[in-house]
């Protein structure tokens, strides 16, 4: 089953009188449960490709149907509801909030889901665990190391279970010890509980650990 399915994509950005065409004409599937790479050169599309489809923005035309819902048919206000239920987000600076705690910074989407303290605190500390931080639950950002940082980033972004997890360049920033700890539980969260992850890339060495490379170049896929 298609949980994500892209249909003659098109996203202009207008700077001033310059229009910029990130996407021209994208179509692509993602199956469920799948580990797919997005690659290809800087400027390719593949960060605006990934807003597209996590609706973080809207495309300029075409279509983008995640989970048999035709998103662009949905509100602002219902895709919020929709990212908050379905969907995880790792950045490639981790975002995480500088003045809460590893606990706190996880326990923020449960929390605005309205569950109990008892349950934030539990659901924190198991998906804490899983990341190898379970150590770390009274530490703020700042005390932890880049890679232990991305893995807080992970834990949040996994805390409930979406369906799929959208990663922009996740390893960006870390060397190729923390890289590899972060794609290998990646792939270990993604064979346990057949979450369907996405993520952009310019790694070759990353390639082994994707079922799939959707490559991008000029704003379309390359069929390959
Ligand atoms: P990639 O992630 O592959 O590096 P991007 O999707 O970031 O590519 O960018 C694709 C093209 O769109 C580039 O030419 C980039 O400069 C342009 N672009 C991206 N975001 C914006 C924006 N917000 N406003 C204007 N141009 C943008
Ligand atoms: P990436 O590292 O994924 O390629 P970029 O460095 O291209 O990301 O872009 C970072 C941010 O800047 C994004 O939010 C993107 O939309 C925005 N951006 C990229 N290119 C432009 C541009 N030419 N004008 C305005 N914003 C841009």
Redesign the pocket.
């Given at each position: 089953m298609n949980v994500i399915s892209v249909r003659d994509l098109f996203r202009v950005?207008r700077?001033g009188t310059v229009d910029?065409h990130a996407l021209n004409g994208l179509s692509i599937d993602i199956e469920k449960g799948e580990f797919v790479g997005i690659m290809g050169p800087?400027?390719s599309g593949?960060?605006?490709l990934l807003y597209q489809i996590s609706l973080l923005d809207r495309p300029s035309s075409g279509f983008i149907s995640v989970q048999g819902t035709d998103v662009g048919r949905l509100s602002d206000r219902q895709r919020t509801k929709f990212r908050l239920k379905h969907f995880g987000y790792v950045f490639?600076d981790y975002a995480l909030v500088p003045e809460l705690t590893t606990e706190e910074n996880v326990s923020l989407l449960p929390m605005a889901l309205g569950k109990s303290d008892e349950e934030c605190h539990e659901m924190s500390v198991d998906i804490l665990d899983v990341v190898g931080l379970k150590e770390r639950l009274s530490h703020l950002p700042r005390e932890l190391s880049g890679g232990e940082q991305q893995r807080v980033a992970i834990a949040r972004a996994m805390v409930n279970q979406p369906d799929i997890i959208f990663a922009?360049?996740p390893c960006a920033n870390l060397d190729s010890v923390n890289s590899k700890r972060i794609l290998d539980l990646f792939k270990q969260l993604n064979q346990e509980n057949g979450q369907t992850i996405v993520m952009?890339s310019h790694e070759d060495e990353d390639i082994e650990y994707f079922d799939r490379v959707i490559q991008i170049f000029d704003g379309k896929n390359v069929e390959n």
């Open positions: 950005y700077l910029v800087s400027g593949k960060s605006t490639q922009d360049e952009i």
